[in-house]
T-cell receptor
Framework: DVKVTQSSRYLVKRTGEKVFLECVQD?????MFWYRQDPGLGLRLIYF???????EKGDIPEGYSVSREKKERFSLILESASTNQTSMYLC?????????????FGEGSRLTVL | DQQVKQNSPSLSVQEGRISILNCDYT??????FLWYKKYPAEGPTFLIS?????DKNEDGRFTVFLNKSAKHLSLHIVPSQPGDSAVYFC???????????FGTGTRLKVLA
């Protein structure tokens, strides 16, 4: 079974703090993604990566950065957290589109910024 | 500009009856469509997918129908069970771009 593990299920941070959200997958997937989920807005793509050290902006990248130094790990960074970044953050991975396509999600990280 | 739309925020169905969840899209380049189910405080789990070369895909109680001319897909759940109560998201992808676009979700409640 594919496993996508997010390091923290619940975090509480203060405005201005730097926040790291870590994600690890164990199935050698090429692609990794970070989404946020907000009520009434569904899942919105923040960043994705289709290879080590490669990254592409999604629909809402402002205020976020990412790092992919190893194939299995994809980190989301909030350089200076703000209250409007309070959300559920979801990491996902997938094979490349030639070999498959479904996304496998982690359990999510609920971030509250005070 | 919402490329994938789920116009019904919620749906209630009696146990044993059919649940039909709908999804519309605008981008004719989408070639792969997926449905996910999400319980509170958990990540979405994959249910079923369909490629644009097909118009139907079935897996047990779940069937997805794709109408390319109408840019519409639907998920049928028969028979509905209380454990199906969750939020359902449809997603669409132009696979070579690696991007998946999700709808806003439909909350299904199956009444016992």
């Amino acid at each position: 079974d594919v496993k996508v593990t997010q390091s923290s299920r619940y975090l509480v941070k203060r405005t201005g703090e730097k926040v790291f959200l870590e994600c690890v997958q164990d199935m050698d997937h090429e692609n990794m993604f970070w989404y946020r989920q907000d009520p009434g807005l569904g899942l919105r793509l923040i960043y994705f990566s289709y290879d080590v050290k490669m990254k592409e902006k999604g629909d809402i990248p402002e205020g976020y950065s990412v790092s992919r130094e190893k194939k299995e790990r994809f980190s989301l960074i909030l350089e200076s957290a703000s209250t409007n970044q309070t959300s559920m953050y979801l990491c996902a991975s997938s094979l490349n589109w030639v070999r498959g396509g479904e996304l496998f999600f982690g359990e999510g990280s609920r971030l509250t910024v005070l | 500009d919402q490329q994938v739309k789920q116009n019904s925020p919620s749906l209630s169905v009696q146990e044993g009856r059919i649940s039909i969840l709908n999804c519309d899209y605008t981008n004719s380049m989408f070639d792969y469509f997926l449905w996910y189910k999400k319980y509170p405080a958990e990540g979405p789990t994959f249910l079923i997918s369909i490629s644009s070369i097909k118009d139907k895909n079935e897996d047990g109680r779940f069937t997805v129908f794709l109408n390319k001319s109408a840019k519409h897909l639907s998920l049928h759940i028969v028979p509905s069970q209380p454990g199906d109560s969750a939020v359902y998201f449809c997603a669409a992808s132009e696979r070579r771009t690696y991007k998946y676009i999700f709808g806003t979700g439909t909350r299904l409640k199956v009444l016992a």
